[in-house]
């Protein structure tokens, strides 16, 4: 009979931090992980409700946030309903200038662009927002150039993307 499962898990040791010898490990057995590998590719449909503007002011290169009319938070990125009081929120753009508040170099890259550069996100701190915006951070030279407070501003992509979110990242503003 053949196989009926191609992909079979596989049990694997992590390296241990310390790099002590095995039998100086005490935590060798917690590292021993199972292990599948599959290549999962798939579309799917997403709906984007009440969020539709964010996305399509994007290739308008417009960053679009919502104002709450009763406590005047702004939220960025958008959300229907203020999350302090509950009241239906305004649209609102925003400049594409903040300041860097936090950034961290991810393991991973993008997956719908295929890219292999290594992918650093940042949160900002958009100039009239309340909230801050997670999003990626480009062109930044070395990364101890990358403080809290760091000036940035919103580049924009020339040519196609695959997602809305490619559209733009942010850059030292300097």
Excluded at 33 to 43: A, M, P, S
Excluded at 167 to 173: D, I, S, T
Aim: one cysteine or more; a positive charge.
């Amino acid at each position: 009979m053949a196989e009926r499962v191609v992909s079979k898990l596989k049990v694997v040791t992590l390296p241990d931090p310390l790099a002590r010898p095995p039998a100086e490990d005490p935590w060798r057995e917690f590292r021993q992980v199972e292990v599948i590998d599959l290549k999962l590719e798939f579309r799917f449909r997403h709906s984007l409700g009440k969020y539709s503007r964010f996305f399509l002011e994007l290739e308008h290169r417009r960053l679009m946030a919502t104002r709450c009319p009763r406590c005047g938070a702004v939220w960025m990125p958008p959300r229907p309903a203020c999350g302090n009081d509950l009241v239906v929120t305004e649209w609102l753009e925003l400049p594409g200038r903040g300041t860097l508040a936090a950034a961290t170099e991810c393991a991973y890259t993008l997956t719908t662009g295929g890219g292999k550069d290594r992918l650093v996100l940042g949160y900002v701190a958009l100039e009239g927002a309340s909230t801050l915006l997670l999003q990626q951070i480009r062109n930044y030279g070395d990364p101890r150039r990358l403080t809290v407070g760091l000036p940035v501003r919103a580049v924009w992509a020339e040519g196609p993307v695959n997602h809305p979110m490619e559209l733009f990242w942010f850059e030292p503003a300097d």
